[in-house]
C-alpha cells in the first residue's frame, strides 16, 4: 500500500468521526443556551436554581418561597407555574431584586417585600413584568438608573409607599390592564428625566385610592396614549387624580374624581388631555393650574360637582379648550371658571349652573371666549383683558363675601384658607 493510499483512508477516516460527532456537540450545546428549572419552595430555593449554568434560564415556581431574589444575570425568567406561586419576602430586602441584567422577565408570581420593595431593579438593564401582582410592601416596583421595563397585566396594590416608582432616565411602557391602588403615597411616581408610556395594544389603567393616583416631575414624560380602547381612570385619590410639576403629560380618556383637585399642574408643567374627559365630585378643584403652566383641553370634556372651583388658573397659567371638541362646565358648587393671574382661551365651550358664578376673572386676568361660547354669568376685575363672545359687566368691588373656598361639604362661602405649600416630593 502506498503512503498516498494510507494518507487518504486515514482523511476519510477522520472526516467520517467528525460528522458523526457533529449532532452530539449541537444537542449538548442547545441545553447549555436554554434551561428550564423547577422550583418547588416546599423543598428548593430560586437562589439555588439561579446558580444553574444556561445561557437562557427559565426557573418555574410552584408554591410560595420565603426568600429575597437577587438577579445579576442576563436572560432569566421567573414563572410562576401554580395558581398560589410567590415570593415572599422576610426580611429588610426586596421580593426580586435585579442589578443591571439584560432580558430579565418576571411573570405569573405574587410579590411581597414587606418592609421592603416588591421588585428593586437598577441599572442598565431591561425587564418585563407579566401578570404579577405586587402588594403589602414598600413599593410596589421601582425602577431606577436608565432601566427599561414593560409592564402588562398586572396589580401594584396596597404598598406602604408607592405603587409604581420610576426615576434617573427610565423608560416604562405599560398595557393591557394596570390596576394601581390604596398605595399609601403615589399610585405610580415618574421623576428625573423618565418616560411613561402606553404600549401600542393599549392600555387600561386605573391609579384608584392612592395619595397622588399619578404624579410626573423633574422633566419627565408621560404618554398615556394609545388605541382607542385605552384609558386613565384616577378616582378617589385623597390629593390630585393627576399631577404634573416641571414635566410633559399626553392623556387620552380620562375620568378622575373624588379628590381634592382632579387635576393639577406646576411649575411649567405642559399637559394635553384627549379622548372623553369626565372630570366630577372633586372636594375643590377640576383642574387646578398655576405656576407658569400650560394645560390644553383637546378633547370632548365635562368638568362637573365640583366644590370650589370646576377650572382654575393662576399664578402665570394658561389653560386652553374646546378648540377641537366641546367643553361643558356645569352644575359646580362655587364657580365654573376661576382666574387669578392666569389666562385662558375657550372655544365652543358652555359654562352654567355653578353655585357662584359661572366665570370670575380676577388681577389682571386674560380671558378669550370664541366659537358660540356661553356664560350664565360672569364677575370681573378692573385689571381684566377680555375679548370674544363674553363680555365683562361693570366692575363692582370685591367683598370678602366673595373670595371663599366653597367644599362639597359646606357648599357655601367660607373665610379664605390658602393652601398648605406644595412640598416637593422626592424619592
Known amino acids: 500500500m502506498t503512503t498516498n493510499s494510507c494518507v487518504c483512508r486515514f482523511c476519510a477516516l477522520l472526516m467520517t468521526s467528525i460528522f458523526i460527532a457533529l449532532p452530539v456537540v449541537a444537542d449538548d450545546d442547545e441545553e447549555k443556551r436554554q434551561r428550564t428549572v423547577r422550583v418547588d419552595c416546599s423543598r428548593h430555593s430560586i437562589a439555588k436554581a439561579l446558580k444553574k449554568r444556561a445561557e437562557v434560564l427559565i426557573v418555574e415556581i410552584s408554591g410560595q418561597c420565603q426568600e429575597s431574589v437577587l438577579i445579576q444575570r442576563d436572560r432569566v425568567t421567573l414563572r410562576?407555574?401554580?395558581?398560589?406561586?410567590?415570593?415572599?419576602?422576610?426580611?429588610?430586602?426586596?421580593a426580586v431584586e435585579i442589578i443591571a441584567s439584560q432580558e430579565v422577565a418576571i411573570e405569573q408570581l405574587q410579590l411581597e417585600g414587606g418592609a421592603a420593595n416588591g421588585?428593586?431593579?437598577?441599572?442598565?438593564?431591561?425587564?418585563?413584568?407579566?401578570?404579577?401582582?405586587?402588594?403589602?410592601?414598600?413599593?410596589?416596583?421601582?425602577?431606577?438608573?436608565?432601566?427599561?421595563?414593560?409592564?402588562?397585566?398586572?396589580?401594584?396594590?396596597?404598598?406602604?409607599?408607592?405603587?409604581?416608582?420610576?426615576?434617573?432616565?427610565?423608560?416604562?411602557?405599560?398595557?393591557?390592564?394596570?390596576?394601581?391602588?390604596?398605595?399609601?403615597?403615589?399610585?405610580?411616581?415618574?421623576?428625573?428625566?423618565?418616560?411613561?408610556?402606553?404600549?401600542?395594544?393599549?392600555?387600561?389603567?386605573?391609579?384608584?385610592?392612592?395619595?397622588?393616583g399619578l404624579w410626573v416631575s423633574s422633566g419627565s414624560i408621560a404618554s398615556l396614549v394609545g388605541p382607542m380602547d385605552s384609558s386613565t381612570e384616577a378616582i378617589g385619590n385623597s390629593r390630585y387624580g393627576i399631577a404634573a410639576l416641571n414635566a410633559n403629560v399626553v392623556a387620552y380618556d380620562i375620568e378622575t374624581s373624588g379628590s381634592f383637585a382632579g387635576i393639577r399642574t406646576l411649575k411649567l408643567a405642559m399637559v394635553e388631555l384627549q379622548g372623553d374627559i369626565h372630570i366630577a365630585?372633586?372636594?375643590?378643584?377640576?383642574?387646578?393650574?398655576?405656576?407658569?403652566?400650560?394645560v390644553h383641553i383637546a378633547g370632548s370634556a365635562v368638568f362637573e360637582g365640583t366644590g370650589s372651583a370646576a377650572l382654575y388658573s393662576g399664578s402665570g397659567a394658561s389653560v386652553f379648550g374646546g378648540d377641537y371638541s366641546p367643553l361643558?362646565?356645569?352644575?359646580?358648587?362655587?364657580?365654573g371658571v376661576l382666574v387669578d393671574g392666569g389666562r385662558i382661551g375657550l372655544w365652543n365651550t358652555t359654562v352654567t349652573g355653578s353655585g357662584l358664578t359661572d366665570v370670575d376673572l380676577r388681577f389682571g386676568a386674560i380671558a378669550e371666549f370664541q366659537d358660540g361660547s356661553v356664560v350664565g354669568s360672569i364677575t370681573c376685575e378692573e385689571s381684566v383683558l377680555i375679548r370674544g363672545d363674553v363680555a365683562c359687566p361693570a366692575p363692582a368691588p370685591l367683598s370678602a363675601a366673595t373670595i371663599g373656598v366653597v367644599t362639597k361639604s359646606t357648599r357655601r362661602d367660607v373665610a379664605y384658607d390658602l393652601l398648605p405649600p406644595l412640598v416637593l416630593l422626592e424619592q
Open 80 to 94: 410562576g407555574v401554580s395558581e398560589d406561586a410567590a415570593i415572599l419576602s422576610p426580611g429588610d430586602a426586596p
Open 119 to 212: 421588585v428593586r431593579a437598577k441599572g442598565l438593564g431591561s425587564l418585563s413584568v407579566v401578570g404579577v401582582t405586587v402588594q403589602n410592601s414598600r413599593s410596589g416596583l421601582v425602577l431606577s438608573d436608565g432601566m427599561i421595563a414593560t409592564v402588562t397585566d398586572s396589580s401594584f396594590v396596597g404598598n406602604s409607599r408607592d405603587g409604581i416608582s420610576v426615576s434617573q432616565g427610565v423608560n416604562l411602557k405599560i398595557g393591557g390592564n394596570i390596576l394601581i391602588s390604596d398605595n399609601a403615597r403615589m399610585g405610580l411616581f415618574a421623576s428625573a428625566l423618565s418616560t411613561v408610556n402606553f404600549s401600542e395594544n393599549g392600555c387600561q389603567l386605573e391609579a384608584n385610592g392612592n395619595w397622588i
Open 281 to 294: 365630585d372633586c372636594d375643590s378643584y377640576g383642574l387646578y393650574s398655576t405656576s407658569e403652566s400650560v
Open 328 to 335: 361643558t362646565i356645569r352644575d359646580n358648587f362655587g364657580w
